[in-house]
């Protein structure tokens, strides 16, 4: 079945920085487009980023651009979000999703994993 496994969260100054990871499995990684969410308490779950599969086409929402970046592996099944210049409005809850088509479109996320922006 699909998994997607995100790691890497914690607690971080303003300023500083941490990476992402989502680990995925149980479908074809390399042809699919990869994408990071964040929901921060009491707001509606936003879009990060995206990553084509080839690892271009890219996009950034407006408030991370320039200091956020995604990218991925193919050989290791796995997407990041490099996260530079952190700010407290960042502090949420990361989750890496796909679209897959099986008889239709269905989107699947994994867990997510805290990341909390405080001195």
């Known amino acids: 079945q699909v998994q997607l496994v995100e790691s890497g969260g914690g607690l971080v100054q303003p300023g500083g920085s941490l990476t992402l990871s989502c680990a995925a499995s149980?479908?074809?990684?390399?042809?699919?487009?990869m994408s990071w969410y964040r929901q921060a308490p009491g707001k509606e779950r936003d879009l990060v980023a995206v990553?084509?599969?080839?690892?271009?086409?890219?996009n950034y929402a407006d408030s991370v651009k320039g200091r956020f970046t995604i990218s991925r592996d193919n050989t290791k099944n796995t997407v990041y979000l490099q996260m530079n210049s952190l700010k407290s409005e960042d502090t949420a809850v990361y989750y890496c999703?796909?679209?897959?088509?099986?008889?239709?479109?269905?989107?699947?996320w994994g867990q997510g994993t805290q990341v909390t922006v405080s001195s």
């Open positions: 990553i084509g599969s080839d690892g271009g086409g890219t």
């Open positions: 149980g479908f074809t990684f390399s042809t699919s487009t």
């Open positions: 999703s796909t679209n897959i088509w099986r008889f239709g479109w269905k989107s699947y």
